[in-house]
């Protein structure tokens, strides 16, 4: 009686496990379960086992790989265009099946469109793995958010360079200047003409201190 009570119907055993009858299916069909046939024909499975790691495994391997790529602006074409490259050769090699999502924009601009689309597959449980380039292409400041995300969600974040991101005088310029300018405008207003021109005044001091030896 105890080893029977284990054994249910295929419709119980999806419910009990959170997964869709057709994934139990293809479980079967890729000899990852092996249902018990009655007299009568009908499938049963044994919850027993059916272990909790092989269920994750197979929700993960069920979703996709994100291989996200950044630069700052348009006229970094050519070096989104080697990201994207780079990527596509390291998820081709590892056998995954991928989409690239792009975008060019600050490092600290997080309204990108490709970023919200990233973030929304995360947090929809659609993707399964995250490929970078450089931990900084994704953000340049609160990645480790994100990492967070990813961990929750069961993501695994593949970084293929782990060294420092090369970034140019003028990506760094262009990143500072943006923390700038959203941050000032949002304490003193950034219509006032006063306040435009020390928003103004800082941005020079900024260039200056980069553009420094």
């Given at each position: 009686?105890?080893?029977?009570?284990?054994l249910v119907?295929i419709?119980v055993?999806?419910?009990a496990?959170?997964?869709?009858?057709?994934?139990?299916?293809?479980?079967?069909?890729?000899?990852?379960?092996h249902?018990?046939?009655?007299?009568g024909?009908?499938?049963?499975?044994?919850?027993?086992?059916?272990?909790?790691?092989?269920?994750?495994?197979e929700r993960?391997?069920?979703?996709?790989?994100?291989?996200?790529a950044?630069?700052?602006?348009?006229?970094?074409?050519?070096d989104?265009?080697?990201?994207?490259?780079?990527?596509?050769?390291?998820?081709?090699?590892?056998?995954?099946?991928?989409e690239?999502?792009?975008?060019?924009?600050?490092g600290?601009?997080?309204?990108k469109?490709g970023?919200?689309?990233?973030?929304?597959?995360?947090?929809?449980n659609?993707?399964?793995?995250?490929?970078?380039?450089?931990?900084?292409?994704?953000?340049?400041?609160?990645?480790e958010?994100?990492?967070?995300?990813?961990?929750?969600?069961?993501v695994?974040?593949?970084?293929?360079?782990?060294g420092?991101?090369?970034?140019?005088?003028?990506?760094?310029?262009?990143?500072?200047?943006?923390?700038?300018?959203?941050?000032?405008s949002?304490?003193y207003?950034?219509?006032?003409?006063?306040?435009?021109k020390?928003?103004?005044?800082?941005?020079?001091?900024?260039?200056d201190?980069?553009?420094?030896?």
């Amino acid at each position: 009686m105890i080893i029977m009570s284990r054994l249910v119907s295929i419709g119980v055993a999806a419910k009990a496990l959170g997964v869709s009858i057709s994934t139990l299916r293809r479980w079967e069909r890729t000899d990852r379960l092996h249902p018990i046939l009655t007299k009568g024909g009908h499938r049963r499975y044994d919850i027993a086992e059916i272990s909790p790691e092989k269920i994750h495994k197979e929700r993960v391997s069920d979703r996709k790989t994100i291989a996200y790529a950044r630069v700052s602006n348009n006229g970094k074409k050519r070096d989104l265009e080697s990201q994207k490259r780079e990527l596509e050769s390291f998820c081709e090699n590892n056998g995954w099946s991928y989409e690239i999502i792009s975008d060019m924009g600050s490092g600290v601009n997080y309204q990108k469109q490709g970023l919200k689309r990233l973030i929304n597959s995360i947090a929809q449980n659609e993707s399964g793995r995250l490929v970078l380039t450089h931990k900084d292409c994704l953000i340049r400041l609160g990645a480790e958010l994100i990492f967070s995300l990813c961990e929750a969600k069961n993501v695994e974040v593949v970084i293929i360079n782990k060294g420092e991101w090369e970034k140019s005088d003028e990506d760094l310029a262009e990143d500072i200047l943006e923390m700038i300018t959203v941050f000032a405008s949002r304490l003193y207003g950034f219509r006032n003409p006063k306040n435009k021109k020390l928003i103004d005044d800082i941005k020079d001091v900024a260039l200056d201190s980069i553009s420094k030896p």
